[in-house]
């Protein structure tokens, strides 16, 4: 069965930093893209960034309003991918999902539960 | 960046209610669309992708079609578990880009 779980959402003071995990679980984690995506409170969905497969390096593509202050990263060992959270605005505050990617499609299939990141003073 | 146009925003329907909800592309983006339904409080779940397959699970009462700009999502005969809010999403072209959402709520 295939799970993403993640975590480290909390309460952060503009300016400040974060790091999110999304722990994978029943996939083979090197294989498959993956991405992170934001709901900020009431509103819609909004893609963040991708880390491409292992075969692709993992290279790594973002939404303009987070790059060069987000960075995604993964760990094989520990199946983890990785969401770097810096610089962090006001408007940074959502809801944080994981998400897989189907092989050769670009389409996600499966999603984590999510973690409600809180940029406030 | 690509702009996905749903509409309606909202709907009211009954159980049994055949539904159907439409999204617009600001550019062709081929069969490059999928569909999402999140419910309140829940993660969202993916229905259907390259515009008309069915991800493994989704009963199918739920349908898609279109290519190119205009693409539609159809529930045949509306259920209670589907009440929730509907999303179409392109993954043609960086960056990935959603609609606003249709909330199909019971009538």
């Known amino acids: 069965e295939v799970q993403l779980v993640e975590s480290g959402g909390v309460l952060v003071q503009p300016g400040g930093s974060l790091r999110l995990s999304c722990a994978a679980s029943?996939?083979?984690?090197?294989?498959?893209?993956m991405d992170w995506v934001r709901q900020a409170p009431g509103k819609g969905l909004e893609w963040v960034g991708r880390s491409i497969n292992k075969a692709n390096a993992y290279t790594t593509e973002y939404a303009a309003s987070v790059k060069d202050r987000f960075a995604i990263s993964r760990d094989e060992s520990k199946k983890s991918l990785y969401l770097q959270m810096n610089s962090l605005k006001t408007e940074d505050t959502a809801v944080y999902y994981c998400?897989?990617?189907?092989?050769?499609?670009?389409?996600?299939?499966?999603w984590g539960q999510g973690t409600l990141v809180t940029v406030s003073s | 960046d690509i702009q996905m146009t749903q509409s309606p925003p909202s709907l009211s329907a009954s159980v049994g209610d055949r539904v159907t909800i439409t999204c617009r592309a600001s550019q062709d983006i081929s069969n490059y669309l999928a569909w999402l339904q999140q419910k309140p409080g829940k993660a969202p779940k993916s229905l259907i992708y390259?515009?008309?397959s069915l991800q493994s699970g989704v009963p199918s009462r739920f349908s898609g079609s279109g290519s190119g700009t205009d693409f539609t999502l159809t529930i045949s005969s509306l259920q209670p578990e589907d009440f929730a809010t509907y999303y179409c999403?392109?993954?043609?072209?960086?960056?990935?880009?959603f609609g606003g959402g249709t909330k199909v709520e019971i009538k």
């Open positions: 999403q392109q993954y043609y072209r960086y960056p990935l880009t």
């Open positions: 998400a897989r990617l189907i092989s050769g499609s670009n389409s996600f299939d499966y």
């Open positions: 029943g996939i083979t984690f090197s294989d498959h893209y």
């Open positions: 390259a515009a008309s």
